[in-house]
T-cell receptor, first 114, second 115 residues
């Protein structure tokens, strides 16, 4: 069966520090991968998606970047965190088939920038 | 542009009462519609989904949703709410855009259940 792992679960970082959040998927090949951010009262905002190794697309301009060094690994990064980067970050995967039948989510990372 | 609207940010119901959470979408093609639930500090769990066919779909935990194309709506219902249903609920539209599949979410509805 497929599983998705996301870590760390909680992170407190000072302003200006770097960030690296990791997500890995098991039990499937060539998935579509997604990073979402959830801010209070604003639902889930799609930040990045990837359809393959090294293929990253950004949905919104921001202080963050994403990379996919391996087929089932998706990393969210920042060189210098801002206060506004605080939020709950969710990684998700879906089959690369069309249409999208379901997306599966990790348990999330609560990031607090202080 | 594609969008999903959940007009109710917070809803409070008494345990045992019925529940309806509203969802409206804007999408030019045939929508693929989803409802997810999120417990505090957790990821999202799929409640139900609609692709085609019968417009009334059944999901887990006693939830159902009805697709109404004329109203661009996909409202979630439960006849009798349990205290454990307190959570945040998200409606989403799945679409194929720009060469890939993605889910667009509404802002969510936070459900509180009074004993």
């Amino acid at each position: 069966s497929q599983t998705i792992h996301q870590w760390p679960a909680t992170l407190v970082q000072p302003v200006g520090s770097p960030l690296s959040l990791e997500c890995t998927v098991e039990g499937t090949s060539n998935p579509n991968l997604y990073w979402y951010r959830q801010a209070a009262g604003r639902g889930l905002q799609l930040l990045f998606y990837s359809v393959g190794i090294g293929q990253i697309s950004s949905e919104v301009p921001q202080n963050l970047s994403a990379s996919r060094p391996q087929d089932r690994q998706f990393i969210l990064s920042s060189k210098k965190l801002l206060l506004s980067d605080s939020g709950f970050y969710l990684c998700a995967w879906s089959s690369n088939r069309t249409p999208l039948t379901e997306a599966f989510f990790g348990q999330g990372t609560r990031l607090t920038v202080v | 542009a594609q969008s999903v609207t959940q007009p109710d940010i917070h809803i409070t119901v008494s345990e045992g009462a019925s529940l309806e959470l509203r969802c409206n979408y804007s999408y030019g093609a045939t929508p693929y519609l989803f409802w997810y639930v999120q417990s505090p500090g957790q990821g999202l769990q799929l409640l139900l989904k609609y692709f085609s066919g019968d417009t009334l779909v059944q999901g887990i935990k006693g939830f159902e949703a009805e697709f109404k194309r004329s109203q661009s709506s996909f409202n979630l219902r439960k006849p009798s709410v349990h205290w454990s249903d307190a959570a945040e609920y998200f409606c989403a539209v799945g679409m194929f855009s720009g060469g890939y599949n993605k889910l667009i979410f509404g802002a969510g509805t936070r459900l509180a259940v009074h004993p």
